[in-house]
Structure formats: C-alpha cells, structure tokens
C-alpha cells in the first residue's frame, strides 16, 4: 500500500521569501508522484509530477521539486513567494496496474504574508 | 482542448435522498476517477472507470456506485443520502498509463441537509 505524508498543514512565508513544503511518500514499487494545488472552491490543478529520469522537476509558476529515493522525499520548493501562491498544496502518489488511482496528503496551506 | 467539465456545481438534497452527479472528461480520455473531499477525511478515492468497466473501487459502503458510458462521460449516485456525505467531489481523468496525470474538474459541491 502506498501512503504520502505532509508535515506540517499550515505553512506562512512572507512575499519573497522561500517556499517548501514537505512531503515523504511510502510506496513498494518506484513511485509516480504529483503535487497538486487547490484555490477555494476549485479543482486540483497539476503543478508538477515525477515518473521517471531527473530527479528535479520543474513545474508551471515557478515550482520545482527534487525526488530523493534515499529520504523517500519529494519536497515542493519555489525560490520567491507571491502572494497568488496562497493555496492549498497536495503531494500525492499513484499506484499501479488495476490500483492506479492517486493517494493524497492531508494538505499544506500556504498563507503568504506581505 | 476543453477540460474535465463536472455538473452540477452546486447541490443541496435532504436526508434520506439519492443524488447523480456527471462528468465529462477531457476529449480522448477514457480513464475517470471519483475523489470526495472533507474536511475531516480529507481527499480519499472512490472508484475509477476505464472503457465503460470499473476497475477499482475505494472504502466506501455501496450507497455510492457510478458508472461509465461508451463516450467516456461518467456519472456516480450516491442513494439514502446521510450528513456525512456533505462534501465536495472531484472528477478526474487521465489517459490510460500509470505515469500519466490526472487531470481535475471543479468539483460538485453536495450540501446534505
């Protein structure tokens, strides 16, 4: 069984400062793994995912993450906050065959302060 | 291309009644997910359908049964409708593949009263 876990479910930074947000995935089989963010009342929109090859991947709006197999980690990072960044942060990881679907943390919420 | 397209967007029933909620998937798609989103349980799967079959299903009772047509579009019920089943539920598809995205729609929220 797979299982993802965020630490920490609320997250402030100021405008400017460095974002990073936490994620370890626990999982038998090479991991798919996604960080996904959510506005209020909207969906989940996609902001990078890892399959396989480079373990840095950069994402939409500045995003990038860093797959580390040896921390079983997939931390989210952005070098500069704006204030639209203030969302809720999903990492999430996908199974395989006939169990493909996704498996969520719990969430980050990432205030921004000015 | 357009994107995954849930409807209703909003939903109130009462206690005791069933409710459809529908999904378009994103064009050439044919993989589509079901996520119900709380507060308290956070995001947790409910099932997937690929070509008109489920192929997975969460921990949910069986109140909650969906489906898949031939053009991809999907629907799922949830019957005797209870508070707890206040939440917002997601759609989701993807291509077929293990690697691949999911791609969300907005979501339908149901308010149970």
């Known amino acids: 069984a797979q299982s993802v876990t965020q630490l920490g479910s609320h997250v402030s930074v100021s405008e400017g400062a460095l974002v990073l947000l936490r994620c370890n995935y626990s999982?038998?089989?090479?991991?798919?793994l996604f960080w996904y963010v959510q506005y209020p009342n909207q969906g989940l929109q996609l902001l990078l995912k890892?399959?396989?090859?480079?373990?840095l991947v950069k994402g939409i709006n500045g995003f990038e993450a860093e797959f580390k197999k040896s921390e079983t980690s997939f931390h989210l990072t952005k070098p500069s906050a704006h204030m639209s960044d203030a969302a809720e942060y999903f990492c999430a990881v996908r199974g395989s065959g006939s169990a493909r679907q996704l498996t969520f943390g719990s969430g980050t919420q990432l205030t921004v302060l000015p | 291309k357009a994107g995954v397209t849930q409807t209703p967007r909003y939903l109130i029933k009462t206690r005791g009644q069933q409710v459809t909620l529908s999904c378009s998937p994103i064009s050439g798609h044919r993989s589509v997910s079901w996520y119900q989103q709380t507060p308290g349980q956070g995001l947790q799967f409910l099932f997937e359908y690929f070509s008109e079959t489920q192929r997975n299903k969460g921990n949910f009772p069986g109140r909650f049964s969906g489906r898949q047509f031939s053009n991809s579009r999907s629907e799922m019920n949830v019957s005797t409708l209870e508070l707890g089943d206040s939440a917002l539920y997601l759609c989701?598809?993807?291509?077929?593949?293990?690697?691949?995205?999911?791609?969300f729609g907005q979501g339908t929220r149901l308010t149970v009263v």
């Open positions: 989701a598809s993807s291509e077929q593949g293990d690697n691949t995205e999911a791609f």
């Open positions: 890892y399959t396989t090859g480079a373990t």
């Open positions: 999982s038998s089989v090479p991991p798919y």
